[in-house]
């Protein structure tokens, strides 16, 4: 644990340090010492599991002590929001295409390097001088068991114990390689006809821990040792007649699935990789872990486990998109050997998040396919939690069957959950929108600019642009199709989808949940989840006028929907003001993935974010239709995309009595190479694909959030940007609520705009949290 003492000091000196640094003008030396004094000040000091870090150092602290380690200047270093280009070198310098295989072994070779520089640690090089001793020797219902010693390094002082069967037959048998833990995988392989080998580098049994003190020269983690043993245990099996060498798999589970990924990355001869729920540093790629996404980011996964991954890492917390690499770069250096990405798509926190793997898949794609083994890449979506059951592990044999050219009997598939591409959309909706028929709206022009430049000055003059602004929004949303408006809801209701049974819903102490569900639902056909406080006899608690104010919050970008990770403690805040919340899940996330999956087969005109602004007002509805609710008093609030679609909402719907956001935005027109820009909603997300037409032409974007904000007007609106936000360009949100606010002036309503911007990087913190209970409690009616 960082002793706090030892770590305030250290912030202290870095901070005077840094301090009389910050004018203009700095050095790029003085740079980078001022943002790891600002990385000191942002980082959680929470205690850790692990005693160490690397083998000379006891804490992070300890080894930027000891090396001098700094940032990187990332005012030097090219930006890349979406996942980098295996198949491009230098990018966001010269890009050059990879288009020879010359090319592709000078990329290959330079992840690799950047792999050591910031992931994995530097290693050795393979010993020239194993020997292997078996420790015992018995059969067990025709399977030959042997426990195995491997020794090497100086005066064989490294070891590795391997439990290695053979199943009845001749050979030579193909290979299923495992930790410690999993032997129970093995167990299944063997019955399978495979040759099952577990080794000593788990947390069970972990016999690499001593490499880091045997070799302390190199400053490798954890989990890059536990994979150089995997590489020992493979250069015994080289020894072995009785082993097709061709043929050699490993594949292991969450933590042991990050080091599978690196035993692959680093060592040709392992010809199969499938990585099971390895989450950040697994499947995940880091640019997508930050706290606008449901897993670990990286401050959280390395404060926590701090040896598994190289110290330099924590550096690229906040400030994910200058990692000149990702996790996909480092999986394409296993093609064209077999890859298997492998998942739940509502495993919580640590090693789900469906939507960030696929785009990794898809990444590896354009690999595979440059290499001409696009049918040795595949991918498995399961559902439940982060436990995997003998199921699993049957269906990663036969995938492997398949790859080892064994058993093609069983037919495999890579099916996607979200499987959205701009292009596909086009062909489904055979849209085409030339951004030249649009005009150029330069994105300093003021709001208040009428047609023909006459100003705006009366609120009834404005009504006629918010009028022109919201049929602008509803064209962006897309083609809502003709439906009805539900019955209303008769009662709330305990019964819940079962699907809510593998998702961590919040829980509160000082009231209740209850559900709005089929059959009496919300919507079309949609659950929500109703919290409420309760006095000591656990009955409702309502105001004096029997009434309570809701609050309906919407989630971020999370594959568990409204999970409890990041409201942890807020609903119960909300509830203690005396109101209600009520959350649902968005379409495409939580208990309703499925549902989102072919939406675009389903509705080719209308928009996802069109869906979930729908299904929001139609919570309204179920929300006026109950007695209990103060109709005059129900706010939208929400994080991320959450707030997003609360803002879209608000704008088009003048019965929501204020709005809350944080990380909600950045204006489109103008965004900078610095963020991911328009293409969050028509690429990545497939929000909002009508705006994939003026990617290249941002200027003619026909409605801009500034012009969304003032539409909220003269309502209550919370906007929270933090500061060093990396999908927002801070001084561009400045601009656009600077712009609302003109709107909100007309109408002597400047105070009910109000702006914080903490200085955090992204995510939604307790300091946030706050703001946004305060802020609500001061627009309740007294």
């Given at each position: 644990m960082i002793k706090t003492t030892k770590y305030a000091l250290f912030i202290l000196s870095y901070f005077i340090f840094a301090h009389a640094f910050t004018s203009y003008g700095q050095s790029a030396q003085q740079q980078r010492h001022a943002y790891l004094q600002q990385l000191l000040e942002l980082q959680e000091t929470p205690p850790s599991h692990d005693a160490f870090v690397s083998y000379h150092d006891s804490t992070w602290i300890d080894w930027v002590e000891r090396t001098g380690a700094l940032p990187p200047n990332f005012e030097d270093m090219p930006s890349i929001p979406l996942l980098p280009d295996p198949l491009v070198i230098d990018e966001g310098g010269e890009n050059i295409p990879v288009e020879t295989r010359a090319q592709w072994k000078e990329k290959r070779e330079w992840i690799k390097?950047?792999?050591?520089?910031?992931?994995?640690?530097?290693?050795?090089?393979?010993?020239?001088?194993v020997t292997a001793h078996v420790l015992d020797e018995k059969m067990e219902n025709g399977v030959k068991i042997e426990m195995i010693e491997l020794r090497f390094g100086n005066n064989k002082e490294a070891k590795l114990t391997l439990e290695l069967f053979t199943p009845p037959g001749d050979g030579p048998f193909p290979v299923f390689m495992t930790q410690w833990n999993h032997r129970g995988w093995a167990q299944i392989a063997v019955r399978r006809g495979y040759m099952g080998l577990v080794y000593a580098g788990a947390d069970d049994r972990d016999d690499t821990r001593e490499y880091l003190e045997l070799y302390p020269d190199y400053d490798w983690s954890t989990l890059m040792a536990r994979a150089w043993g995997a590489h020992r245990a493979v250069d015994y099996l080289y020894t072995l007649d009785r082993v097709d060498r061709s043929q050699i798999a490993i594949t292991g589970h969450s933590r042991n699935a990050k080091q599978s990924v690196f035993a692959g990355a680093f060592d040709d001869r392992i010809t199969a990789v499938i990585s099971s729920s390895g989450g950040t540093g697994g499947e995940i790629p880091y640019r997508y872990t930050d706290a606008r996404h449901s897993n670990e980011e990286i401050e959280f996964l390395v404060s926590r486990r701090t040896h598994w991954l190289h110290p330099r890492l924590r550096f690229y917390w906040g400030r994910e998109h200058k990692l000149p690499i990702d996790q996909n770069s480092l999986l394409s250096l296993i093609a064209p050997n077999s890859l298997l990405l492998s998942t739940s798509i509502r495993e919580n926190k640590a090693g789900g998040a469906p939507w960030a793997i696929e785009h990794n898949y898809q990444s590896l794609e354009k690999v595979y396919g440059f290499l001409d083994a696009g049918d040795k890449l595949g991918i498995r979506f399961r559902d439940g939690e982060h436990a995997v059951e003998a199921r699993d592990i049957e269906a990663f044999i036969d995938w492997l069957d398949i790859q080892f050219d064994r058993s093609s009997m069983i037919p495999w598939e890579n099916e996607l959950v979200y499987n959205y591409s701009f292009d596909q959309w086009k062909e489904l909706s055979g849209e085409t929108v030339d951004p030249r028929d649009f005009p150029v709206i330069p994105a300093e022009r003021a709001i208040l600019t009428g047609e023909g430049g006459a100003t705006i000055d009366s609120p009834s003059a404005w009504k006629a642009q918010k009028d022109s602004i919201l049929a602008d929004v509803d064209w962006l949303l897309g083609d809502r199709p003709a439906g009805v408006t539900a019955s209303p809801i008769r009662r709330l209701t305990a019964r819940d989808d079962y699907l809510n049974s593998f998702i961590s819903r919040p829980e509160v102490s000082n009231g209740r949940s209850r559900n709005i569900a089929p059959y009496n639902a919300l919507g079309d056909y949609l659950h929500g989840r109703l919290y409420y406080p309760t006095d000591e006899d656990g009955e409702m608690q309502t105001g004096e006028e029997g009434k309570l104010p809701v609050v309906i919050y919407l989630h971020r970008f999370s594959n568990t929907g409204f999970d409890a990770t990041n409201v942890e403690g807020l609903f119960e805040d909300i509830l203690s003001e005396g109101m209600a919340v009520l959350a649902m899940d968005l379409i495409g996330y939580g208990t309703r993935i499925e549902e989102g999956t072919l939406f675009y087969e389903r509705y080719p005109h209308w928009s996802k974010l069109g869906k979930m602004v729908t299904d929001t007002r139609a919570a309204v509805d179920a929300l006026e239709g109950l007695e209990f609710v103060d109709r005059d008093q129900i706010f939208l609030s929400g994080f991320a995309l959450g707030g997003t679609v609360s803002l879209f909402t608000a704008a088009l719907d003048d019965r929501i009595a204020g709005v809350g956001v944080s990380g909600a935005f950045t204006p489109l027109r103008d965004a900078s190479g610095d963020v991911e820009g328009v293409k969050t909603y028509s690429h990545l997300h497939g929000l909002l694909p009508r705006?994939?037409?003026?990617?290249?032409?941002?200027?003619?974007?026909?409605?801009?959030?500034?012009?969304?904000?003032?539409?909220?007007a003269p309502r209550p609106m919370l906007v929270i940007t933090p500061e060093l936000d990396r999908h927002s360009d801070f001084k561009k949100v400045q601009q656009a609520v600077g712009q609302a606010e003109t709107v909100y002036r007309l109408f002597n309503s400047d105070s009910k705009l109000d702006f914080m911007t903490p200085y955090e990087f992204t995510g939604f913190s307790s300091l946030q949290k706050k703001k946004l209970v305060d802020w609500l409690h001061g627009q309740l009616k007294q």
């Open positions: 390097e950047q792999a050591k520089h910031i992931l994995s640690g530097t290693f050795p090089p393979p010993p020239s001088n705006l994939g037409f003026f990617v290249d032409d941002t200027e003619r974007i026909p409605v801009d959030f500034p012009a969304i904000l003032a539409s909220i």
